[in-house]
């Protein structure tokens, strides 16, 4: 099983509709939870962290599922904007801290 | 502008040259570390500082590359004898502490010819 896993899309959805993406990590002692977003030839960009308790931000709403080792985004009321990639980030401690990367999530807002 | 920089921003060498890439993190920021991106990839984890020192390695980094932090501030990503699969972007990104959420530079793109 890989580390950090991700359907890598595309999603094509219209403009307004509701869409979530699933990402699934394979170390149970992971602590840390990101979703980064990319634009086509951009840096990632930090969306938002992944708390134990689920969090929101306007549209935007991260769950994490400590039992089933997967976190979520939703994104209601899609805007065009919204078209890009999707990172989902997962980090722990070991004898080095390892951050690990999902190869995202392609996203395509359709008018 | 005080995010994370890199110079440069894109680099276009022949296959066998060295390349030497800078990245200036965010100046309070004491973590700081390399990625390698590829076309419908992630970042792929290359190596980290801690301040100074090199705390971790990936496997991915062959003997031809060399990354140093010298001060704990700025670094430089080094890749000898240039091979065409090292053309990539080559991300850098800087943290305040282990865990944290990472800030990324806008990357150099490397194309080996």
């Keep these: ?111 | 502008d005080t995010g994370v920089s890199q110079d440069p921003r894109h680099k276009i060498t022949k296959r066998g040259q060295n390349v030497t890439f800078r990245c200036d993190p965010i100046s309070e920021h004491n973590r700081l570390y390399w990625y390698r991106q590829t076309l419908g990839q992630g970042p792929e984890f290359l190596t980290y500082f801690q301040n100074e020192a090199q705390l971790e390695k990936s496997r991915l980094l062959s003997d031809r590359f060399s990354a140093e932090r010298p001060k704990g501030s700025f670094s430089t990503l080094e890749i000898q004898r240039t091979e065409q699969g090292d053309s990539a972007m080559y991300l850098c990104a800087s943290s305040d502490q282990g865990l944290q959420p990472q800030h990324f530079g806008d990357g150099t793109r490397l194309s080996i010819l």
């Design chain 1, 1 to 111: 099983r890989k580390e950090v896993e991700q359907d890598p899309g595309p999603f094509n959805v219209p403009e307004g509709a509701t869409v979530a993406f699933n990402c699934t990590y394979s170390n149970s002692a992971s602590q840390s939870f990101f979703w980064y977003r990319q634009d086509c030839r951009k840096e990632p960009k930090l969306l938002m962290s992944v708390y134990s308790s689920g969090n929101e931000d306007g549209r935007f709403t991260a769950q994490l599922n400590r039992a089933s080792q997967y976190i979520s985004l939703l994104i209601r009321d899609s805007k065009l904007s919204d078209s890009a990639t999707y990172l989902c980030v997962v980090a722990f401690r070991g004898r080095d801290d390892k951050i690990i990367f999902g190869k995202g999530t392609r996203l395509h807002i359709l008018p």
